[in-house]
Every structure is written in structure tokens, then in C-alpha cells.
T-cell receptor
Framework: NAGVTQTPKFQVLKTGQSMTLQCAQDMNHNSMYWYRQDPGMGLRLIYYSASEGTTDKGEVPNGYNVSRLNKREFSLRLESAAPSQTSVYFC???????????FGPGTRLLVL | AQSVTQPDIHITVSEGASLELRCNYSYGATPYLFWYVQSPGQGLQLLLKYFSGDTLVQGIKGFEAEFKRSQSSFNLRKPSVHWSDAAEYFCAGMDTGRRALTFGSGTRLQVQP
């Protein structure tokens, strides 16, 4: 079991470029999440998917879009990257919305 | 607003000493509460969780936490710290009616030899 995997591990973008962060889980979980982590602010929820076919905004959704491709995969897209989106991004999954979340290793993104 | 607060940004303890990391929550009803640990450059690992029942919760790596409704607290404890415990610790909460975790800002633990 790999758990939750994320690609890439590290990415540098220029302002205005787009990219997609990939996340996959092999635990047959129904719910998946994207967080960003910034110094001194803990983790903040960007978007989540309670179940396959549904997505909802979290605390900080502006500038991002998501796709729940299937039960295993949940991607996060930055259409036009901004320096304020420099952060570490974590994907997580859980059996259901109110169950324990399991986290991936993170993607470190730098926007110049 | 529902929130989780970790008052201590940074704590240093000696190896072998006891540890207590503070967490306070603000929720209307009894929330689900979690402690996660993050080692440098790594993702978050669940240490323990409280949903209901016994207010003293045992977790992995010798950690425990006590839910105290009267103090709105869920402090993490360990009787004897090991050098490998050096990491950042996050408390998180979830209102039973909501759909997302709210994280505290984290406490960085440094362990001195």
C-alpha cells in the first residue's frame, strides 16, 4: 500500500504559468482533500471531494480548480500561478468526510 | 467562529523530560479532535484522535491526549521525550456538522540532548 501519493514533489513556476498537481490514493477512500501549508498558518483547506463526482470549496479556493477524476485520483489546477500561491500543497484522503484523514508527502511549489 | 489554537509556537525540552503541548478549541458542540505530527520535509502522520467516550486517548509513539470540556482543551502529553520526537505538531478539530478539519498553527518541538 502506497497510501496517498503526490506528483510532482517540487515545482518552480513563473507568474502566469499553469500547472496541475496530481494526487492518488490506494486505500479505496471516498473523500479526498487539498490543503496548502504556509509558515505560521497551519494547513488550510482549498477544495475537497466528499465522494466521487462531487467537489466543494474549502477555506481558500480562489485561484484553484479541482477535478475528481475517479475514486482514486483528485487533481488540483492552478490556471495562472501567482507568487501568493508559493506554498506546500498536501493531498489527503479519508474513508468518509468525518473519518481520519491520511496525508500525502506534499508538493513544494515556488512561483517566481 | 470555530477554531483551534496552539498557544506555543516553539518548545524546547531535554531528552528524557516530560512534554505537554497545548491545544484549545472553540466549537459549539463537542468536536472531533486530532493530533498530527510532521517531520521535516514530510507529510502529516496521525498520532491520535478523539471522537467520544473516554477522555484520555492513547496514540502511537507513546503519546496521549486528554479531552477537557471544561477547559476547551485537548493537550498532548508524553512522559519521556526522545530525540526522534523533534518535529512539528498540529492539533486539528472538526465540528460534527462540518466537512473539513481546522488546523492550529502548529508547535515546533526541539529536543536537546
Amino acid at each position: 500500500n502506497a497510501g496517498v501519493t503526490q506528483t510532482p514533489k517540487f515545482q518552480v513556476l513563473k507568474t502566469g504559468q499553469s500547472m496541475t498537481l496530481q494526487c492518488a490514493q490506494d486505500m479505496n477512500h471516498n473523500s479526498m482533500y487539498w490543503y496548502r501549508q504556509d509558515p505560521g498558518m497551519g494547513l488550510r483547506l482549498i477544495y475537497y471531494s466528499a465522494s466521487e463526482g462531487t467537489t466543494d470549496k474549502g477555506e481558500v479556493p480562489n485561484g484553484y480548480n479541482v477535478s475528481r477524476l475517479n475514486k482514486r485520483e483528485f487533481s488540483l489546477r492552478l490556471e495562472s500561478a501567482a507568487p501568493s500561491q508559493t506554498s506546500v500543497y498536501f493531498c489527503a484522503s479519508s474513508e468518509s468526510i468525518q473519518e481520519t484523514q491520511y496525508f500525502g508527502p506534499g508538493t513544494r511549489l515556488l512561483v517566481l | 467562529a470555530q477554531s483551534v489554537t496552539q498557544p506555543d509556537i516553539h518548545i524546547t525540552v531535554s531528552e528524557g523530560a516530560s512534554l505537554e503541548l497545548r491545544c484549545n478549541y472553540s466549537y459549539g458542540a463537542t468536536p472531533y479532535l486530532f493530533w498530527y505530527v510532521q517531520s521535516p520535509g514530510q507529510g502529516l502522520q496521525l498520532l491520535l484522535k478523539y471522537f467520544s467516550g473516554d477522555t484520555l486517548v492513547q496514540g502511537i509513539k507513546g503519546f496521549e491526549a486528554e479531552f477537557k470540556r471544561s477547559q476547551s482543551s485537548f493537550n498532548l502529553r508524553k512522559p519521556s521525550v526522545h530525540w526522534s520526537d523533534a518535529a512539528e505538531y498540529f492539533c486539528a478539530g472538526m465540528d460534527t456538522g462540518r466537512r473539513a478539519l481546522t488546523f492550529g498553527s502548529g508547535t515546533r518541538l526541539q529536543v536537546q540532548p
